[in-house]
C-alpha cells in the first residue's frame, strides 16, 4: 500500500514535470507559414515604420537621419524583472540576422523563438506581433534584409533569478500570449485597419495596458494607462473616457505631436510619432477610429 | 485635542488644508521656481495654439496675429531661465514633472535649448509669409519642443 501510493507520487511527478517540460517547450510557427507569400521589401518598410522596430533597436547614441536605420541594438529597458538590452538585429551575419533563414526571423517576431529554440523574454512585443499577416512579416523580411549591416555585439540581458530561466518563459506565454482580437464583432474595414494598427503592429497595448504582478497583460482593461514600465510616472489612458479627444484631436497628435492643447508628447510617445508620421493619412485615421470606438 | 480637529476641519472645508501641508515642506524658492517655468511652459503652448489652430486649418490665417504669436514664441526661447531650475525641483517635488536627468545631462539639454532657440527663430521668419510657410516651420518647432520632453519629462496621465 505504502509503496503503492509512493509510485503514484513518483508517476505524478513525473507526469508533472513531463507535463511542465511541455507547456514551457517552444511552439514554433508550421513550417508552411510563408509558402504562399512572397516578400516586398518597399511594402516592409511601411510594415516596419508601423511596428516600430526602429524605435528599440536603433543604437542609443544614434541621431535622427535620413538614411536607413542602422539596428544596432544596446537601448536598455529598466524594468521591475531586470534591464534588458535590445539586441543588434542588422543584418550583420555574426552579431545581427545576416545569417537567419527567414522562419527564424518570422517565429523571432511572432513567436519570440530564437533560432536555437530559447524563449525570448516579452519585452519583446511578440505577443502583439503575433497578430500580424504573413504577408507583412514577409514583406517586413524583405526590407530588413536591404539594411545596413552593423558590427556592434548585442549585450546581455540583466536579469536576476527566477527571472533569468528562460524556460519558464514557455509557461509565461502558456499562461499570458494570447493572439485573439481584443477588439471584437463585426468591424467595418477601417475599425479593422486601425485594430491590426494598435493591437498588432503598433503594440500599443504593451505600455498603454496595465499588467499583472508576472507581467501579463489585464485585456480587461485594455489600452487603460498603466504605469511606466521604464521608469517613474504614468502611460496615459486613451480609451474614450480617459482621453477624451475627438479623432480629428488624435490623428492631428499622432501626424503632429501637439496634443489638442498644443503640449507636445514626451517620453517614449516622442519615438512613436516620429513612426505615426510617416504612416499613410488613411493609417492615422483608422488607428483614431479604433481608440475612439473603445468600450 | 478638540480644537486642534476643528482647525483641521475648517482649514479642509476651505481647501486651504491640502495646500498648506502640500507646501509646507517644499522650499518656497523651489516652488516658486517650479510655478515660474510651468507659467513660461504654459506661454508657449498659448502662443502655439495660435499657430497650430491655423496650421491646422481650425481658424482663419491671420498674418498678423501669427507674427506676434511667433515673435512671442521666439523671445520666450531666448529669455534667460537659469533661476527656473535650481537643482532639487525635480520629480521627488510634488507637482514637478522635471527628471533628475536634466542635471545630469545639463550640456544636452543647453544643447536643445539652443535647437528651439532656432526653430522658433524659422518660424519668426515664417509665421507671417503665408499659410504655407507657417504650415512649413510648425513641424520643426513641435520637435524642439518634443525633442527635450522625450529625455527629460515624466509620462503623466
Given at each position: 500500500m505504502r509503496l503503492g501510493a509512493l509510485k503514484t507520487v513518483a508517476a505524478l511527478a513525473v507526469t508533472g514535470a513531463a507535463a511542465g517540460w511541455w507547456l514551457t517547450a517552444s511552439d514554433p510557427l508550421p513550417d508552411d507559414h510563408l509558402s504562399a507569400v512572397v516578400g516586398d521589401?518597399?511594402?516592409?518598410?511601411?510594415?516596419?515604420?508601423?511596428?516600430?522596430?526602429?524605435?528599440c533597436h536603433t543604437a542609443p547614441e544614434a541621431e535622427d537621419s535620413e538614411g536607413p536605420p542602422i539596428l544596432a541594438g544596446g537601448q536598455h529597458f529598466e524594468t521591475d524583472f531586470g534591464t534588458f538590452f535590445a539586441p543588434n538585429i542588422s543584418t550583420d551575419p555574426v552579431h545581427g540576422i545576416g545569417a537567419w533563414s527567414d522562419m527564424e526571423l518570422v517565429n523571432a517576431i511572432q513567436r519570440g523563438i530564437s533560432p536555437e529554440g530559447a524563449h525570448y523574454y516579452p519585452a519583446f512585443p511578440y505577443t502583439s506581433y503575433t497578430r500580424a499577416t504573413a504577408q507583412d512579416m514577409a514583406d517586413l523580411v524583405a526590407y530588413m534584409r536591404t539594411l545596413p549591416a552593423d558590427a556592434t555585439p548585442s549585450q546581455p540581458h540583466e536579469v536576476g533569478f527566477p527571472f533569468n530561466i528562460r524556460r519558464s518563459l514557455g509557461g509565461w506565454k502558456w499562461l499570458f500570449a494570447d493572439d485573439d482580437w481584443v477588439m471584437t464583432g463585426d468591424l467595418d474595414p477601417q475599425l479593422e485597419r486601425g485594430r491590426y494598427l494598435v493591437e498588432a503592429l503598433g503594440h500599443c497595448g504593451e505600455c498603454h495596458t496595465p499588467r499583472n504582478a508576472l507581467g501579463g497583460l489585464d485585456r480587461g482593461n485594455w489600452l487603460a494607462g498603466a504605469e511606466n514600465p521604464d521608469g517613474d510616472g504614468r502611460i496615459p489612458d486613451v480609451t474614450p473616457d480617459g482621453l477624451g479627444w475627438s479623432a480629428p484631436d488624435i490623428v492631428a497628435y499622432l501626424e503632429s505631436g501637439f496634443t489638442p492643447e498644443f503640449d507636445t508628447a514626451g517620453g517614449s510617445m516622442v519615438a512613436v510619432i516620429k513612426n505615426t508620421s510617416r504612416l499613410p493619412a488613411e493609417d492615422r485615421a483608422a488607428i483614431a477610429a479604433y481608440l475612439t470606438a473603445l468600450p | 485635542m478638540k480644537r486642534?480637529?476643528?482647525?483641521?476641519?475648517v482649514f479642509s472645508l476651505t481647501g486651504l488644508g491640502s495646500t498648506a501641508l502640500a507646501e509646507s515642506h517644499v522650499d518656497p524658492a523651489i516652488a516658486g521656481a517650479i510655478k515660474a517655468r510651468q507659467a513660461h511652459m504654459q506661454l508657449y503652448a498659448h502662443n502655439i495654439g495660435v499657430l497650430g489652430g491655423m496650421a491646422r486649418e481650425r481658424i482663419p490665417y491671420d498674418a498678423e496675429a501669427a507674427q506676434a504669436a511667433a515673435s512671442n514664441i521666439a523671445a520666450l526661447s531666448t529669455l534667460n531661465q537659469s533661476t527656473y531650475w535650481p537643482e532639487g525641483s525635480d520629480t521627488s517635488v510634488e507637482g514637478s514633472r522635471a527628471l533628475a536627468a536634466i542635471w545630469e545631462n545639463l550640456d544636452d539639454v543647453m544643447s536643445k535649448s539652443e535647437d528651439l532657440v532656432m526653430a522658433a527663430a524659422v518660424m519668426e521668419d515664417?509665421?507671417?509669409?503665408?499659410?504655407?510657410?507657417?504650415?512649413?516651420?510648425?513641424?520643426?518647432?513641435?520637435?524642439?519642443?518634443?525633442?527635450?520632453?522625450?529625455?527629460?519629462r515624466q509620462s503623466d496621465d
Open positions: 521589401a518597399a511594402a516592409g518598410e511601411q510594415v516596419f515604420i508601423a511596428a516600430g522596430c526602429a524605435s | 486642534l480637529a476643528t482647525v483641521l476641519t515664417a509665421a507671417g509669409q503665408g499659410l504655407g510657410a507657417l504650415q512649413g516651420a510648425i513641424g520643426g518647432l513641435g520637435g524642439a519642443c518634443g525633442a527635450c520632453h522625450e529625455d527629460y
